[in-house]
């Protein structure tokens, strides 16, 4: 495929490249054949549905967390939901119920208010709970869902010994992108707190966080577990539903330089994107994001430091924070260095910056979204989406 010229396009825009989506798609599908567990997307990381076609030729199904998301499974995806909400709405249930395969309730009490209008709607409906195992290697706490106090599924000492007889699968999510290794400890803290009831279900998922395209996720691992675990319960079919590892560096959001200011020594190369309306995870995590061409500092006095080498002291010339173009005080992440000064109008590239951004943009400060596009196999970019004043607008009807 042709190299892409990132300084030519046209600015703030997502691109997802075609081949490594696809390169993704393959590998996802390969664990499903060989470990015979059905994976499917959660949209909570990625929606984009005009690339739902390509999805198809590798996967069957999809997860949801709403009635917009449930929806966007039936209509565009082709297949209904695998669905699950910590609460759903009595307005809104009886059309995610429409769109949904699978329904998981978050607590007994939500499960008792809705089980019988759930069948009676859709008697092919499978139910399930969601539980709380009380383990999670998640170091994060915003992220973390099993944290203490969370609103997250049934701890093991509140479930019934016998379950409710059209309950059908458990449904437990302890992970945020990571490793085989993980998943196996995680693993044996679910069978501990929940085998005692595998006997009584037929289905259970495995959440999302499994981040398998990573360069260094342990595949045969995670292979070998689940194969492990298949043959401890073989009635049991195991459904997983990562998000990230789906369109984990399949791109990048290009923005350009619009102003460079300088205050206390710092200089902010200002542009045309904003960390808190385009790049949320910065701020909230944080995460610090690989731009391309420069090198992160954790702070800028690492370039005030003696004895550097003559590299060093290159890059220690053209330090910059970045800052959004929002007006947020804190809508910037700094410091990265550069091998050469800034100019405006010079293109700035985010890389991996596709799972998760694309879905929780805003338009806070009347900021418009980057256009999304897609740099497609044979090197066309082909664009999926661009915005204007009016998508700001209606927003406010």
Known sequence: MPAM?????????????ESRLRSNLQLIASVARLADVEIILAFKAFALWKTFPIFREYISSTTASSLYEARLAFEEFGSPAHTYSPAYKDSEFDDIVACSSHLTFNSLSQYEHFHQRALRLNPSLSLGLRVNPEY????????????????????????????????????????????????????????????????????????GGHLMTRSD???????????????????????????????WQTGPLVAQVVDIVSDHDIRTAILDVSFTCHMPDCLEMPYHPTVSGATLLMDN???????????????????????????????????????????????????????????????????SHPSIAMLTIDGNLEILRQFSYDDYKNRMD
């Open 5 to 17: 010229n990132y300084q030519t396009v046209d600015t703030p825009i997502y691109i997802i490249e």
């Open 136 to 207: 999670s290697e998640v170091e994060t706490m915003l992220y973390n869902p099993c944290a203490p106090g969370t609103r997250f599924g049934i701890a093991a000492d509140r479930l019934p010994d016998r379950l409710p007889t059209d309950i059908r699968g458990f449904h437990c999510h302890c992970h945020c992108e990571s490793g085989a290794d993980v998943f196996c400890r995680t693993l044996s803290h679910i069978e501990q707190c929940f085998s005692c009831w595998f006997p009584q279900i037929e289905w259970i998922n495995f959440g």
């Open 217 to 247: 996720y342990d595949v045969e691992l995670l292979i070998a577990t689940l194969l492990d675990f298949h043959r401890r319960y073989p009635h049991l079919r195991v459904i997983m539903e990562p998000g990230s590892a789906f369109a």
């Open 301 to 367: 006095e690492e370039c005030k430091i003696d004895n550097v080498g003559e590299s060093q002291i290159m890059h220690c010339k053209y330090v910059y924070r970045l800052g959004g173009n929002s007006c947020l005080s804190g809508d910037y992440m700094g410091y990265w260095a550069f091998d050469h000064e800034l100019r405006v109008g010079e293109r700035i590239v985010f890389e991996d910056m596709i799972h998760y951004t694309t879905v929780k943009t805003t338009m806070f400060n009347g900021i």
